[in-house]
C-alpha cells in the first residue's frame, strides 16, 4: 500500500524497530515516540485501522473536523495533530477529564463535554460547514447521531464512522444490523465506501459517506 | 431527544462568544456549558465581524482557553456530582408521584360535585385547574386541581433531573439499568458505596424485602428478583427463565456500581457480556420451541454470574 491515501501530517515511521502509522504531538496516552513522531495505534483507534486498510478518507491535513466520541482523547489527539481546528464531542465526565489534558497543549483542539446526540447543546460552539466528521460513539443509534449532525458538514464534507455492530444489537448477525445502519444513513448521507474493520476491530464497519 | 428537530421558537440562537465581552471569563465558560443554538453557523467569521477576535487565529485562540477551562471545570463539578443528592432526587419523585395522584382522586372527587365533564386523574386535574371557577367552592376546588398539577410538574422536572444526574454519578450503572433504576437501586441501597459493597445476590433482590423476610421466615418461596423487575431484560423475559435473566442482570449491576464507585470509567466489556448472556439466555426460549416437549429447563445451569 502506498502512503498517498494518508493525509498530511500522517506518516510512516520507523518507532521501535516498527513501521507504524505516526503523527506529531506531545504524547498522550504512554505511546512509544521517536523523534516527536507518535505511533498511532490502529487496535486502538477506528481511524487509524481506517487509514492502515486504505479508505478513501479525503483528508488530505490541515481541515476543520468536527470528532464525536472523543473519549480520552486517543484518536483525537491524532486528529489535531494533522488536521485545523477540531472539535471534540464527549459524553463521559471520567474520560473528559484525559480528553482536556490531551487538548490543553493543541491548541486548535476544542474540547466539549456533550451528548452527541443532541447537537443543539454545542451548535452554539462548533461552527458550520466542517470538513469532515469522525465518529466513533459506542451507543445505540449510531446513524441516527451521524444524521443529526450532518447540520454541521459542509455539502462536500466527508463523514468517517465506525459503526460498532454489538452497541445495537448483540443477538443481531452484524451483517443485519449495518444493513439497518446504512439504510439509516442514507437518509441524509450518500455512502462512498465501507470496510469491516475486523482485523482491528472486531464487528465494526468503516463508513466513508458524503451529505445528500 | 425532539429537542434537536424543530422547537424553534428560541431563535436562530447566538454563538457562545455573544454578549460576553472577551475579558469576562467566567461568563464565556458558562455560555460554552449551558448555551445552545438551533443551528451552527460561521462562529469564527461572526466573531471576528462583531469584534470579539481580531482574526480567525486569535478567535481559534480564545476557543481553545474557555473550551479547555469550561470543560475541566463542567468535567469536576459532574464527577463531584453526588450520589446522595440523587438519592434525594428519587425519593422526592416517588413523593411527588404518590402524593400527586392522591390529591388527583380528592380533587377529581370534589370537581365530579361541581362540573359535569371532570374526568378522573392526574390529566382530569390539569383540565379542572384550567377551568373559570363560579364562587368560593369552585374557587377552592380549582385551586385544590392546580396544586395537583404543579406537583406531577414538579415530578416531572425530577424525572428530568435523575435522568441527567445518575449517568454523571454512575456511569456505568446508569447506562446498563437506565438513569432512573440505577437512582432506585443507589437509593435503596443508601448511596453508591453501600451498593457497591453488596452481594449480586442482594442487589437481586433489592426492593423485593418482605418476600425475602417472608422466605428467610419459611414462609415462602425466595423472590427471584427485587426492583430490577422493571428492567426490559428481566420483564420481557419468559417466566421460566426470568430467575436467570435476574441473577446474570443483577452479577453485572453489582459490578458496573463498583466500576462506577472505585474507578468512575466507562467499562464497554461489561455491557458487551451482559448483552451476550442475555441473548443467550434467551436463545433457550428459542431452542424450546423447536425441540418441543424436551422436559423444559434441560439447559446446564452454568450461569457462572461474574
Redesign the interface.
Known sequence: MSDSGLPAGVERREIDGETRLATRGPPVYGEPTADGWRAWDPERSKLGGMFELGFETGLSGGETVLYLGAASGTTVSHVADFAGPTYAVEFAPRPARDLVEAAEPRERLFPLLKDARTPRRYAHVVERDVDAIVQDVATRGQAEVAVRNARFLADDGQLLLAIKARSEDVTEDPETVFEGALDRLREAYEILETQRLDRFHEDHLGVVATPR | ?T??EDDAEAGP????FAGGSSDDQGALRA???D??????????GLAVDAGFADSRDDY??R??EA??AA??E??RE??RADDQQLVHAVRAFDDCERTANELAERAAEWAGSLFDDAEPGIEGARAVAEREPDGELERRAVSLASRVADLADERDALAETIERTA??VA?NLAEMAGPELAARLIALAGGLEPLAKKPSGTVQVLGAEDALFAHLSGRAPSPKHGIIYTHEYVRNTRPEDRGSAARALAGKLTLAARVDHY????R?TLH?EL??R??TI?ARAEEGKDDDGSGGDTTADAEGDA
Open positions: 431527544m429537542d434537536t440562537g447566538a454563538g457562545w455560555r460554552i456549558a448555551g445552545e443554538a438551533d443551528e451552527p453557523r460561521d462562529w469564527p481559534y485562540d476557543l481553545h473550551s479547555v470543560t475541566r463542567t468535567v459532574r464527577e449517568p454523571a456511569p474507578s468512575g470509567e466507562r464497554e458487551e448483552r451476550e442475555m441473548a434467551r
